[in-house]
Nanobody, 124 residues
Framework: QVQLVESGGGLVHPGGSLRLSCAAS????????MYWYRQSPGKQREQVAL???????IYADSVKGRFTISRDSAKKTMSLQMNSLKPEDTAVYYC??????????????????WGQGTLVTVSS
């Protein structure tokens, strides 16, 4: 069974930094694109950043220049380095990934998996 587990959330002052991690476990063939999402109370879940299997990264405008997404394919992990944190960054952060556990015809069959979320609170 495939699982994604986030870690690294917590309370930080405005201007501070946190590093989130996401680890994939279980039996699977490959991980394609990996994502970080976040959801604040009363708001819809929003995509924060993504990183493709080839290392291409895309960021939401609200975090560009402050957040850095990375992955270690050998360790099956992904990280989100968050700097210059603002109160509006407060949210539950979720790891999401396209993971192939089987085949569809001649190609890998990727399905979407979510982690349980980790809370980041930015407050003085």
């Amino acid at each position: 069974q495939v699982q994604l587990v986030e870690s690294g959330g917590g309370l930080v002052h405005p201007g501070g930094s946190l590093r989130l991690s996401c680890a994939a476990s279980g039996t699977f063939f490959a991980i394609n694109t990996m994502y970080w999402y976040r959801q604040s109370p009363g708001k819809q879940r929003e995509q924060v950043a993504l990183i493709t299997a080839g290392g291409i990264t895309i960021y939401a405008d609200s975090v560009k220049g402050r957040f850095t997404i990375s992955r270690d394919s050998a360790k099956k992990t992904m990280s989100l380095q968050m700097n210059s944190l603002k109160p509006e960054d407060t949210a539950v952060y979720y790891c999401n990934a396209e993971i192939a556990t089987g085949w569809a015809g001649a190609g890998l069959d990727y399905k979407e998996y979510w982690g349980q979320g980790t809370l980041v609170t930015v407050s003085s």
